[in-house]
């Protein structure tokens, strides 16, 4: 063999072990969600998280909820009230659908959390009594409407709270859902109206841990 023949030996055999360990990459690659389908069931991802406020509201037991204690799950937050006659019952019930859909490995490890666009009537008994009759597992959130409202502000679903001097008054709110990663951060969102079957479908595989 020349060394010319040699050199392009060499060449050739080095090409070929850069394809083959590149095409060895690709295939053990971590598969991601696909954006199109992702986007077809609504959710809409932030080309960045955003860090979520420093505040501290009050859950449906009672106690101290931090805002760094989303963490470790993924989570929904849904800014409604217990007193809403139509969007946050029929979210609840898509909500509550949507979780008995999901693989059974993984619905523990999506939290659903209802954040009080009332805190004036949602007290933390309310709430616990509201979610359960949708789902026990639900959680629920309420505080001063200050802190609500900069927690809404955050994460872009703001609300108009309602009149307090009128009985029965109602509070004008998005039925957009926030999506919340396991670090703490706000991923994004998903859009309403909720279309159970695919996200059923496609949140598994957002929630899929990622090499």
Not at 52 to 77: A, F, V
Not at 193 to 204: C, D, F, M, S, V
Request: with cysteine; hydrophobic share 40%.
């Amino acid at each position: 063999m020349t060394r010319v023949q040699k050199t392009v030996f060499i060449l050739v055999a080095l090409i070929a072990l850069v394809i083959g360990l590149t095409f060895s990459k690709v295939l053990n690659a971590p598969r991601q969600a696909d954006p199109t389908q992702l986007l077809d069931a609504g959710i809409v991802l932030l080309p960045q998280s955003r860090t979520l406020p420093e505040l501290q509201l009050t859950d449906q037991d009672g106690q101290p909820m931090r805002m760094d204690q989303l963490k470790d799950r993924w989570s929904l937050l849904f800014f409604g009230y217990t007193f809403c006659p139509d969007v946050c019952p029929t979210t609840l019930a898509q909500l509550r659908q949507i979780k008995g859909m999901l693989p059974e490995a993984m619905r523990g490890d999506l939290r659903m959390v209802l954040v009080s666009v009332d805190p004036n009537r949602d007290t933390p008994e309310q709430l616990k009594q509201y979610l359960g009759y949708f789902d026990a597992g639900f959680e629920g959130v309420t505080g001063d409407l200050a802190d609500i409202q900069k927690l809404a502000n955050a994460v872009s679903i703001p609300f108009i709270p309602g009149d307090t001097s009128k009985e029965n008054y109602t509070v004008d709110h998005s039925g957009n859902l926030v999506i919340i990663g396991p670090d703490g951060t706000q991923r994004g969102f998903i859009r309403a109206p909720l279309n159970g079957q695919k996200l059923a479908t496609q949140l598994p595989e957002l929630m899929k841990p990622r090499g």
